[in-house]
């Protein structure tokens, strides 16, 4: 079996969007699953909307998905003497041909056309013409003009288009430019690519391409045509559904093995999983199991897989990509014991590593401020003595354990006479300035007695204030 190459063409027009995002890890994965290659190329033939800055848009995606490519990139715009080349084959052996039929005369065929009821197309005035190259002239490819051209797709099974609903389509403009579907099939037969995955909004492109194709007496390669990716409303993926780049994604924290989890299981599936490692997914993919259903993107969904991959995430990879949220935030915070401690309590409460950074920020503030109801509940005096009794206990203690900490919380417990949430909910607001954070033995002991007895003594002082 020859070795399987896949590619991922887009067009640097903009940033890389989830649809996009989806048909390179398709195509990824199953290079990396057969072992093969994976070819990335720019097709950058636009000069009016291509940009570099979408260029490193794309590179900077691809990059944070962790989708690297073996060969390339190739950029179309450096491969017009290629194009040119095969242009001029075409011609010599009468499969393609030049034609000079003016914007009006294009017109008036399809007017015609219209008229009798017939497909709107070009009528072969110039298909038997032998003309050369003139100024205005361009190339079409000379289609057949009868029989069928038969689809054998591996998710929508076999298509038949009738040749005679297809025309001589246009192969080169008369400045030179080659079509989008003459120089696909150039680039994929020169770059040897015999695999196609991509989205199903492609397949009327197909017949075309497979002409060129057979003209070109080049072995057709295997489709594969993915339904396109949908909000929950069943409409095409837009900004009314949420962000549509994929770098929004990084940048509202969730992480980019949970998203290509995400993204893999939008139209493909493996038996009920749905938590997958990266390495699960190069060890698991295939196209016999890409559905024909679309893929309905739900951020409630990602969300939850996102927060089953933090947990699944070792914590100094965590940490490491939780910092620059937390220096986002104006937190100088560092990789370390301090950091993978604080992180630990976060686990089991985040969905998102911004809600982390956020949930985090209490342990790298100098000074808490209060949650206005919080504050107004638990910070007033008959909360006072119960505050007052800790930091006492706790001005004993020498180093903060659990053990020491829930002997000090017992006995004001037993001063008191209170239970101990009437106690810890106080002390939560005191050092944390919600009424909801990791378990307060856990915080004081990340915090440690200096900070935690500066909060306690703050917090008695704002209720003296307020009395």
């Given amino acids: 079996m020859n070795q399987i190459i896949t590619r991922f063409p887009p067009s640097p027009t903009g940033h890389l969007h989830v649809g996009g995002a989806r048909t390179a890890l398709f195509n990824w994965l199953y290079a990396r699953h057969m072992k093969g290659k994976f070819v990335l190329r720019i097709e950058d033939t636009d000069k009016v909307r291509s940009t570099r800055q979408s260029v490193d848009a794309i590179f900077e995606a691809l990059a944070w998905l962790g989708i690297d490519w073996d060969d390339g990139p190739y950029y179309q715009s450096k491969r017009l003497h290629i194009y040119q080349e095969y242009i001029q084959k075409l011609i010599e052996t009468g499969h393609a041909y030049y034609c000079t039929c003016s914007p009006e005369q294009l017109d008036a065929m399809r007017t015609a056309a219209k008229e009798t009821g017939a497909k709107p197309k070009y009528d072969g005035t110039c298909r038997n013409r032998g003309l050369g190259q003139t100024p205005n002239a361009v190339v079409r490819f000379k289609a057949p003009l009868t029989g069928a051209t038969v689809l054998q797709d591996t998710v929508k099974g076999h298509i038949v288009f009738q040749n005679d609903e297809l025309d001589d389509f246009i192969i080169a403009r008369s400045d030179g430019t080659p079509t989008y579907n003459f120089v696909v099939v150039i680039d994929d037969i020169t770059m040897q690519i015999n695999t196609i995955i991509r989205g199903d909004d492609h397949v009327m492109n197909t017949p075309k391409q497979m002409l060129i194709y057979r003209a070109l007496d080049v072995p057709l390669p295997t489709y594969?045509?993915?339904?396109?990716?949908?909000?929950?409303?069943?409409?095409?993926?837009?900004?009314?559904?949420?962000?549509?780049?994929?770098?929004?994604?990084r940048d509202m924290g969730f992480l980019p093995d949970a998203f290509i989890n995400y993204l893999a299981r939008l139209g493909w599936s493996h038996g009920d999983q749905e938590f997958f490692s990266r390495d699960e997914l190069i060890e698991k993919f295939n196209l016999e199991n890409i559905g024909r259903a679309a893929g309905?993107?739900?951020?409630?969904?990602?969300?939850?897989?996102?927060?089953?991959?933090?947990?699944?995430?070792?914590?100094?990879?965590?940490?490491?990509?939780?910092?620059?949220?937390?220096?986002?935030?104006?937190?100088?915070?560092?990789?370390?014991?301090?950091?993978?401690?604080?992180?630990?309590?976060?686990?089991?409460?985040?969905?998102?590593?911004a809600e982390m950074a956020e949930a985090a920020s209490f342990y790298y503030l100098d000074s808490i401020i209060y949650d206005e109801k919080a504050a107004a509940k638990f910070l007033k005096p008959d909360t006072r003595d119960s505050l007052t009794r800790l930091v006492q206990e706790l001005e004993t203690l020498?180093?903060?354990?659990?053990?020491?900490?829930?002997?000090?919380?017992?006995?004001?417990?037993?001063?008191?006479?209170?239970?101990?949430?009437?106690?810890?909910?106080?002390?939560?607001?005191?050092?944390?300035?919600?009424?909801?954070?990791?378990?307060?033995?856990?915080?004081?002991?990340?915090?440690?007695?200096?900070?935690?007895?500066?909060?306690?003594?703050?917090?008695?002082?704002?209720?003296?204030?307020?009395?």
Avoid: W
Avoid at 308 to 323: C, E, G, N, V, Y
């Fill in 398 to 467: 020498g180093v903060f354990t659990e053990e020491n900490l829930e002997a000090a919380f017992k006995s004001v417990m037993e001063l008191t006479g209170l239970k101990l949430g009437k106690i810890a909910q106080p002390v939560r607001v005191a050092l944390t300035g919600k009424t909801a954070s990791p378990g307060i033995f856990e915080i004081v002991e990340i915090l440690g007695k200096n900070r935690v007895m500066s909060r306690l003594r703050d917090a008695v002082a704002f209720i003296d204030h307020r009395s």
């Fill in 224 to 249: 594969c045509h993915v339904p396109m990716v949908l909000g929950k409303d069943r409409t095409r993926l837009s900004k009314r559904h949420g962000a549509t780049s994929v770098t929004a994604y």
């Fill in 296 to 353: 309905v993107f739900d951020m409630d969904k990602l969300s939850a897989l996102n927060a089953d991959h933090i947990k699944a995430t070792p914590i100094h990879h965590l940490s490491q990509r939780l910092i620059p949220f937390l220096k986002k935030q104006g937190f100088d915070a560092q990789e370390g014991d301090f950091l993978e401690k604080v992180i630990q309590t976060l686990i089991p409460r985040c969905k998102t590593l």
